[in-house]
């Protein structure tokens, strides 16, 4: 079956500095990539999506580049700042299918 | 516009009641689901609506989990004799049509606890 394994949080970084959140993921097809994000407080929101090999997902910031050779998606951003503090959630959608399969989350706590 | 609502945002229930559990979806949106995220987990997906019909109910974990969404639009999950293990928030999400290509916008969840 299909699967998403993220890095463990809880990540604390200060302001500015540089982000990564380990995403790979086993499935049998071509899946979709997804990271959603989910704010204090607030519903999983989509940051930011790829939907074949090599594309780029950007938002905010945000970059994820879809690997199939090592069946990773990466998330990344250059400079943090503390309105990201917020949960990380990578997530598949076989092709075909509607159902989404997430990884645990990674918690990110940006300080001042 | 207004986004996916749910109501009520939290539920405290007893071992052995009956709960529901109400999704709002985005007006016009024909394909709604609904996810359990257990504590420190991922959501995981439950079932899916298209229109009136559960397309999809191959999620739901026993036969104490039922959902209706009989106008194609409001969806109610229901649960039966609940147990503490059912302890999650319970998130639901609507999407313009089904399929990989519509993004599937979430409500902020209801938090049921079981005692």
């Known amino acids: 079956g299909n699967s998403v394994t993220q890095m463990e949080g809880p990540v604390t970084l200060s302001e500015e500095a540089f982000l990564t959140i380990n995403c790979t993921y086993t499935?049998?097809?071509?899946?979709?990539l997804f990271w959603y994000v989910q704010y204090p407080g607030e519903g999983l929101q989509l940051l930011l999506k790829?939907?074949?090999?090599?594309d780029k997902g950007s938002n905010k910031g945000f970059e994820a580049t879809y690997r199939k050779e090592t069946t990773s998606f990466h998330l990344e951003k250059g400079s943090v700042q503390v309105s990201d503090s917020a949960v990380y959630f990578c997530a598949l959608r076989e092709a075909g299918s509607y159902q989404l399969t997430f990884g645990k989350g990674t918690k990110l706590s940006v300080i001042p | 516009g207004a986004g996916v609502s749910q109501t009520p945002s939290n539920k405290v229930t007893e071992k052995g009641k009956y709960v529901e559990l109400r999704c709002d979806p985005i007006?016009?949106?024909?394909?709604l689901y609904w996810y359990r995220q257990s504590l420190g987990q991922g959501p995981e997906f439950l079932i899916y609506f298209q229109g009136t019909g559960a397309a999809d109910d191959s999620g739901l974990p026993n036969d104490r989990f039922f959902a209706v969404r009989p106008e194609g639009s409001v969806s109610t999950l229901k649960i039966q004799r609940t147990e503490r293990g059912d302890s999650a928030v319970y998130l639901c999400?609507?999407?313009?049509?089904?399929?990989?290509?519509?993004?599937?916008?979430f409500g902020p969840g209801t938090r049921l606890t079981v005692l």
């Open positions: 007006s016009g949106h024909t394909a």
């Open positions: 999400a609507s999407s313009l049509l089904a399929g990989g290509r519509n993004e599937q916008f």
């Open positions: 499935a049998t097809g071509y899946p979709s």
């Open positions: 790829a939907t074949k090999a090599d």
